[in-house]
């Protein structure tokens, strides 16, 4: 009876791991999974993936290196580095994800769109976004309230930068792309 239950938990686990939107989070350790999205490249064209990482109370948004097994994330003002509490978006369709070109005063007008979410923050909503920046990609939480969107927030040289032009992740659970 024993393994019964000790495979019913186990089928369970993975099924919590495995998400019906095509997309996971996936606890990480320092290596990256060979199903890990890819959300930029760095200045030598080295991947740069999208983590999650606990801070205090919040579920913050982070960036992950290739060969290093640290998330640096940014928050209240400062940059950040953990290899405790990250997670790694990870997919078998990473042709459904999309990164569109948006502002923090015009966010508002994406509807019709799966725009994924980037964790938690009290009396915000987090989403994924990107900017670029001396040809690498900058990965970093989108902060929106419902009065007001406050842009793109990512960790630049030891502190917190805010940018107002900024893209954000989506996902299309019916997009194609030729060549693939």
């Known amino acids: 009876m024993l393994p019964i ?19 996971y989070w996936r606890d990480y350790y320092g290596t990256i999974p060979d199903d890990a999205f890819i959300g930029g490249h ?3 064209g080295r991947p ?4 999650q990482i606990l801070h205090g109370k919040n579920l913050l948004t982070a960036k ?22 990250v997670k790694i978006l990870c997919t078998l369709n990473a042709q459904k994800f999309e990164w569109i070109t948006t502002t923090h005063d015009t966010m508002h007008l994406l509807t019709g769109r799966h725009i994924l979410n980037g964790g938690f923050e009290p009396g915000h909503q987090l989403y994924i976004g990107r900017t670029f920046h ?11 309230a419902k009065i007001d969107n406050l842009g793109l927030y990512i960790p630049f040289e030891g502190r917190e930068t805010n940018i107002k032009s900024f893209e954000i992740l989506t996902y299309n659970e019916n997009r194609t792309v030729l060549g693939l």
């Open 134 to 144: 001396n040809q690498e990609a900058w990965i970093g939480r989108i902060v929106a």
């Open 5 to 23: 239950i000790i495979c019913l938990l186990k089928l369970c686990v993975l099924a919590t791991c495995l998400s019906t939107d095509g997309y």
């Open 42 to 44: 760095d200045i030598y």
């Open 48 to 51: 740069i993936h999208v983590g």
């Open 64 to 85: 992950i290196y290739q060969n290093d097994k640290r998330a640096f994330y940014s928050y209240y003002g400062s940059e950040y580095s953990s290899t405790r509490d």
